[in-house]
């Protein structure tokens, strides 16, 4: 079985981490929902207080086939002002393991050059913070171990891209056909 973790700061977008926490468990993806400041619930940008799974401190980095990083203001900040989180972001990017970002956190990626020479997507308006990479109005992008997304009506679309590299596009037409998706 696959696992993820999705990290969650002060400010988070509510739609793109739980719409990829919710999913992924429907595909029986293990999900642990993680709080950057070592919270036992982290609120949301719009005021949705969310129970978290681990503090980032119990986090075994190595069991871990992805990391996940939802948007949101100042969600995105936080996350990116976490030093201990951005370290374990190179690493899985260096080491071929897959990072996902949604909304504004891709600028995170573009931030550390994760996106350079890659295809990506983000938030209208953050392109200028996409160093290097090839920017579309696609809702997601897959360029090699590096996944983005736009925002959070593509958050759908974004958790089944996951769903797809982790179990395969057959389990992601699957859970879409399930959800009334497409």
Known sequence: MSK?????AEGFEEIEALTVVDMCRRAEIEVCMVSVANDKSVCGSHGIRVDMDLPLQKVDFADLDMLVLP????????LEACDALMQQV???FENGKFVAAICAAPSIFGHRGIVNGKRA?????FESHMTGAQTSENPVEKDGNVITSRGMGTAIPFALAIIGELCGEEKADSLAKGIVYR
Not at 4 to 8: K, L, Q, S
């Open 90 to 92: 190179d690493s899985f």
């Open 71 to 78: 948007g949101g203001m100042p969600g995105t900040k936080n």
């Open 4 to 8: 993820i973790a999705v990290f969650f």
């Open 121 to 125: 997507c983000c938030y209208p308006g």
